[in-house]
Every structure is written in C-alpha cells, then in structure tokens.
C-alpha cells in the first residue's frame, strides 16, 4: 500500500466515520499536509481519490468540504467498508438490500435470455466452489461473490456491467447481516444458487427470475432477524 493509499484510507475512514460533520468546512490543504505530515502533491491526490468517492467538494477559491451524507458513494467498495466498520447502520444495511432486491432478479432473467455456454461455464465453476467449500466460510462467500458477478456478465448489457465492482462490493457489505454458517443454511443457500443456475442454463426466464426473487427476499428477511438482534427490536 502506498503512502498516498494510506491516508486515503485513513482521512476517507476520518469522514465517513463522523470526525467532520457532513456540509462542513475541512482544514485547508496546507493544514492537512501537516496534520497527516506528507507533501502537496500526496494530499492533492488523497484529496482526487476522495473526490470521486463522493466524500469531498473540492470547491475553487473556497476551499474544502465534506460532502452531504446523501451524495457520498455507497457502490463504492472503500465508502461501504468504512460506514459499516464503525458499527452497525440499519438504514444502510436495509437501502443496500433494496437495491438487490430491485435489480438481481431483473439481471437473472437476462442472463437467462441472453447467456452464452462461455457464460455458463463460469457460472457453474462458481457454483462448484461453493458447493465444495462448505466448511470455508471465507471462501464459499467469494465463490459466491463470483456466482452473482459471472450472472451480471451473462447480461451482456454493457451499462448493467460497468456496475459489477459495485454489485460486488456491495454483496460482501451485508455477508455479516444475512450470511448463516449453519450446515443447514450453507446447504440451503446452495440449493437456492442450483436453482437459479438450473434456471439460466436451461433458458427459463420467469424460472430465474423468481429463483433470484426468492433468494433475495430470504436475505432481506435474515438481516431484518440480525438487524432487529444488534438494534434490540427482536
């Protein structure tokens, strides 16, 4: 990791994590290289990266600005892991399950429609590593990661797959609120992901698309159960 890289991390985490309240006014550049001890060219370029993230108005002549919680960058990976690394943040862990739940199902009739043998291989080969890493827990969840991703692809849909990074990291944010490592529950989610991909190999577009349906209101339903334990609602 480079220097740059770290305090990217540690100015973004700074933020996201509440030191400096959204819509306020940052320490001017020449104050953060010295807070951070590093030169202009490596604070330019922290401040660039977080720019983009969506956690920085850069603002000519007035200065710096932490940006409204409202417009910071959730589909991003870096954005997620800090906001959720704090603690838990309900109404976050429920808008990220909405939005699976309203685009994985329309991805999963696509990739019904439109999926090639090439695209079929790689799904199966993530299945495969899931099913064969039952005991894994770290590596049934990349597999499963993969599963979703080689789904997103078989779109062919060269918008829908611009935002695989994002469905991906967003996928691995909430593992902690809807993921069961029971033997029992590692076979279920099994099944669900053979369903699906029995469903997309054999071209049945409504199949698949109820196959995600089910999958993901099976998730949305175990993080309400996580959620309402950590909030004390359950």
Same mark, same amino acid.
């Given at each position: 990791?480079? /220097?740059?890289?770290?305090?990217?991390?540690?100015?973004?985490? =700074?933020?996201?994590?509440?030191?400096?309240?959204?819509? @306020?006014?940052?320490?001017?550049?020449?104050? &953060?290289?010295?807070?951070?001890?590093?030169?202009?060219?490596?604070?330019? +370029? *922290?401040?660039? *990266? &977080?720019?983009? /993230?969506? &956690?920085?108005? #850069?603002?000519?002549?007035?200065?710096?600005? %932490?940006?409204?919680?409202?417009?910071?960058?959730?589909?991003?990976?870096?954005?997620? !892991?800090?906001?959720? !690394?704090?603690?838990?943040?309900?109404? &976050?862990? /429920? @808008?990220?399950? !909405?939005?699976?739940?309203?685009?994985?199902?329309?991805?999963?009739?696509?990739?019904?429609?439109?999926?090639?043998? %090439?695209?079929? %291989?790689?799904? +199966?080969?993530?299945?495969?590593?899931?099913?064969?890493?039952?005991?894994?827990?770290?590596?049934?969840?990349?597999?499963?990661?993969?599963?979703?991703?080689?789904?997103?692809?078989?779109?062919?849909? %060269?918008?829908?797959?611009?935002?695989?990074?994002?469905?991906? #990291?967003? =996928?691995?944010?909430?593992?902690?609120?809807?993921?069961?490592? $029971?033997?029992?529950?590692?076979?279920?989610?099994?099944?669900?992901?053979?369903?699906?991909?029995?469903?997309?190999?054999?071209?049945?577009?409504? #199949?698949?698309?109820?196959? @995600?349906?089910?999958? *993901?209101?099976?998730? #949305? =339903?175990?993080?309400?159960?996580?959620?309402?334990?950590?909030? $004390?609602? @359950?």
């Amino acid at each position: 990791m480079t /220097k740059t890289d770290r305090l990217t991390e540690l100015f973004g985490k =700074q933020i996201v994590q509440g030191a400096y309240a959204p819509g @306020s006014a940052l320490p001017s550049e020449a104050e &953060l290289c010295e807070r951070f001890d590093t030169s202009r060219n490596v604070m330019r +370029e *922290v401040i660039k *990266v &977080l720019s983009t /993230k969506k &956690l920085i108005d #850069a603002q000519r002549h007035r200065g710096l600005f %932490v940006m409204p919680q409202e417009q910071w960058n959730y589909l991003d990976a870096d954005v997620l !892991e800090w906001a959720l !690394e704090k603690g838990t943040n309900p109404e &976050l862990i /429920k @808008s990220l399950i !909405e939005v699976r739940s309203l685009i994985e199902p329309t991805i999963s009739r696509w990739a019904a429609e439109r999926a090639t043998a %090439v695209d079929l %291989v790689a799904i +199966e080969a993530s299945y495969n590593d899931m099913a064969a890493n039952l005991t894994n827990v770290h590596a049934f969840q990349e597999a499963d990661i993969l599963f979703h991703k080689a789904i997103l692809d078989a779109t062919h849909n %060269v918008v829908i797959q611009q935002l695989s990074d994002a469905v991906s #990291a967003l =996928q691995r944010a909430i593992f902690d609120y809807t993921f069961l490592t $029971g033997m029992d529950h590692m076979e279920l989610t099994i099944r669900e992901h053979k369903e699906l991909f029995d469903a997309i190999r054999c071209k049945h577009i409504q #199949a698949a698309e109820d196959a @995600s349906h089910k999958m *993901v209101t099976r998730t #949305a =339903q175990r993080a309400d159960i996580e959620l309402g334990k950590e909030t $004390g609602l @359950s």
